[in-house]
C-alpha cells in the first residue's frame, strides 16, 4: 500500500469536512507523475459526454481528431477540419469543470506555417474553451511546438502510429517495432520533452518501448496500445463503450455494449409506437374536462 497522499484532481482539500475536487492542470499531470499515480484520460465530442466522464472524476479529456471516424463517419482522420473541431470543443469544454481539456490539431492546421499553427491553437482555447492542445509528429514538429509553447498554449505531444500520417505510415499499424524505428521514437520523444511538451501520447508502439521512454522523460506520458508502462492511459470513449460499429482496434477494452444496447432501445421503440403501445397515458398532456366541454361547444 502506498504510504503518498494523492495528488489530485480526484480529491482533496478537506476544510469544510467534504471533500472539494480541483480543476486538473499541466501540473497535476506533473505531480502524478512524480508520485507514480496513473493519469486517466479519454476522449470525449459532446456535452453528455464529457459530463460523465467529468463526474466519473477522469483526469483529463481529449477532445481528439478520431471526432472524424467515430462521430462523423469519415473512413479517416483527414478531412476534420478546424470549425468541426472548435465546434465540438465547445460542447466539450460546457459539460467539463474538473478535467484538463486537451483540442486534438486537425491535419494541415499545423503543418503548414509555423504562424498558423499558433493561431489555430490559440482557437482552441479562445474560442473552443480548450485548456491545451495535441499535435502529431516527431522532430518534423519542434518549431510548431516551440513557438505554441512560447504562446502559452501547453501541447501535448503524440508519436507511433499517428493517424494523420496514414497515408505515410501505409495504414493504421503499430510502430517502432524494430530497433532503428524504434531508437528514432525514442529521440524524438525527448526533442518534443525539450521543445517544451508538457505530455506525450504513445499511439500502438512496443510496451518495452513506452516503458523506457517514460521512465527516461521528465513529462508524463499517455498510453493507447502502448502497455502499462506508460505514466497515464486514454482510449477513445466510442471503443471503450462498443458504441462504434466498424472495428475495435486490439488494444482497446471494451466497458459496455452501447451499440447493441443502443439498437435494442431503438427496436424496442419501433415495436412499442406501431403496437401503439406508446405514448401512454403518463406521457400525455390532458386537458380540463370544462376547457374540453367549450371547445366541443365551439366546434358545434
Ligand atoms: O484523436 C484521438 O482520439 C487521439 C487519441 C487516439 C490519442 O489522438
Not at 74 to 97: E, F, S, W
Request: hydrophobic content about 40%.
Amino acid at each position: 500500500m502506498s504510504t503518498i497522499a494523492p495528488v489530485l484532481t480526484t480529491a482533496t482539500v478537506i476544510s469544510t469536512g467534504a471533500p472539494q475536487r480541483k480543476k486538473a492542470t499541466t501540473t497535476t499531470f506533473r505531480q502524478k507523475k512524480a508520485h507514480g499515480e496513473p493519469i486517466t484520460m479519454l476522449t470525449a465530442y459532446d456535452y453528455p459526454t464529457a459530463l460523465a466522464e467529468d463526474q466519473a472524476g477522469i483526469d483529463s479529456i481529449l477532445v481528439g481528431d478520431s471526432l472524424g471516424m467515430v462521430v462523423l463517419g469519415y473512413q479517416n482522420t483527414l478531412p476534420v477540419t478546424m470549425q468541426d473541431m472548435i465546434h465540438h470543443c465547445k460542447a466539450v469544454a460546457r459539460g467539463a469543470k474538473f478535467a484538463l481539456l486537451i483540442g486534438d490539431m486537425p491535419f494541415m492546421s499545423y503543418q503548414a506555417s509555423t504562424e498558423e499553427a499558433v493561431r489555430n491553437a490559440g482557437r482552441f482555447l479562445q474560442e473552443g474553451g480548450m485548456d491545451a492542445v495535441k499535435l502529431e509528429g516527431g522532430r518534423e514538429r519542434l518549431e510548431a511546438v516551440r513557438a505554441i509553447v512560447g504562446a502559452g498554449i501547453p501541447v501535448m505531444g503524440h508519436l507511433g502510429l499517428t493517424p494523420q500520417s496514414v497515408n505515410q505510415l501505409g495504414g493504421f499499424r503499430p510502430q517502432g517495432k524494430t530497433a532503428p524505428a524504434a531508437k528514432r521514437l525514442f529521440e524524438d520523444a525527448l526533442l518534443l520533452e525539450e521543445a517544451g511538451c508538457f505530455s506525450i501520447v504513445l499511439e500502438s508502439v512496443p510496451a518495452r518501448l513506452a516503458g523506457l521512454i517514460s521512465k527516461k522523460l521528465s513529462v508524463p506520458t499517455i498510453g493507447i496500445g502502448a502497455g502499462v508502462g506508460c505514466d497515464g492511459q486514454v482510449l477513445v470513449t466510442h471503443d471503450l463503450l462498443g458504441l462504434f460499429d466498424r472495428f475495435t482496434p486490439k488494444f482497446v477494452r471494451k466497458y459496455a455494449d452501447f451499440h447493441g444496447e443502443m439498437q435494442r432501445a431503438f427496436g424496442e421503440y419501433i415495436q412499442d409506437v406501431q403496437m401503439k403501445r406508446f405514448p401512454a397515458d403518463e406521457h400525455s398532456v390532458e386537458m380540463d374536462d370544462k376547457e374540453w366541454d367549450a371547445l366541443q361547444k365551439e366546434m358545434d
